[in-house]
């Protein structure tokens, strides 16, 4: 089963300075079809202008990922960390037993677009923590890079969650594969530009839901196509 979720079907909040697109219940976007698949729960596409963001605000069990596309987006935490995340950099900050953060785009001039992610943990309670790995443009080009993980394998962000995050940039008519093995789920998000999905067509923020499926091949459709595979328990 890959059932495609578009990106003009999502919830939309625009405050002016932020504008959000929001693929799955967040916020005032509410829709009991669409609360979130396995342990992924939020997927949150933000544009937000210079100086302008989120002030202090707390979080509690839950693993949050960061992706930024285009821009600086700046981070700080009642734990004392405080970063700039970039295009290419992944920031994972597990929630736990409660953690007070903000963010706001570091540029006078330039708006930052980013993805949150929110993803459900295996337990909660954890202590709070917080990781941000850079990944070269190379390490991404015309393959899955694993990004995040369990385990934090292969030089990628620990979640704590049964769940493998993959990112990959792929040129027209470049191909990645995935063999899922087990009892697996999985969500496709097109970052950017456009590819096909076992040769259904996706373009920018467009989803799918992928289960009972042995193999998928994402297939560049443009020469800027970015997206990320999550590889779940089902």
Known sequence: MIKIRSAGDRGVANFG?????HTFSFGNYSDPAHMGFAALRVINEDKVQ???????HGHRDMEIVTYVLEGALEHKDNLGNGSIIRPGDV????????ILHSEFNHSGTDPVHFLQIWILPEVKGIEPGYEQIHFDPAELRGQLR?????????GSVT???DISLYAASLKA???VSHTFTGDRAA????ARGAVTLNRQALTAGDGAAIAEVELI????????????LFDMAA
């Open 17 to 21: 300075w932020l504008d959000s697109r």
């Open 187 to 190: 969500w496709v998000h097109v």
């Open 50 to 56: 210079p100086e302008r963001g989120f002030g202090t």
């Open 146 to 154: 694993l990004v995040g993980s369990r385990q934090g394998q292969d």
């Open 217 to 228: 091949t994402l297939e560049g459709q443009s020469d800027d196509a970015e997206v990320l």
């Open 173 to 175: 008519a470049e191909t």
């Open 91 to 98: 920031q994972r900050m597990s929630a736990g037993t409660g």
């Open 159 to 161: 979640i704590h969650q």
